[in-house]
């Protein structure tokens, strides 16, 4: 199930939506999955809690295509879903600050 704003069934949002913006990623504040963190801003009315280190084998990353759950640990190391093969976008890297702390 991910909430926020989608326009698609593949994880897409109205703030992210070019070909490879197929993940969701799951909040460690709400336990919800949200495509991105304004979607999360905007449905939410709590501040963003960010993953920390010691919690990065938590399954918090969904692919969008084959809905199939990564660790945190398995999606920072990857470039691609380790079960469908669908291309991560490598933007999302300059935004993992938001989501997981170091
Ligand atoms: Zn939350
Ligand atoms: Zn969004
Ligand atoms: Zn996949």
Redesign the pocket.
Known sequence: MICGRTVDDETRCIHYHTKEDIIAIKFACCNRYYPCYKCHAECEDHPVIRWKSDAFSEKAIM?G??S?EHTIHEYLKASH?K??G?QFNEGCRHHHHLYFAK
Do not use: D
């Open positions: 692919c295509v084959c199939t879903c079960t469908c669908a």
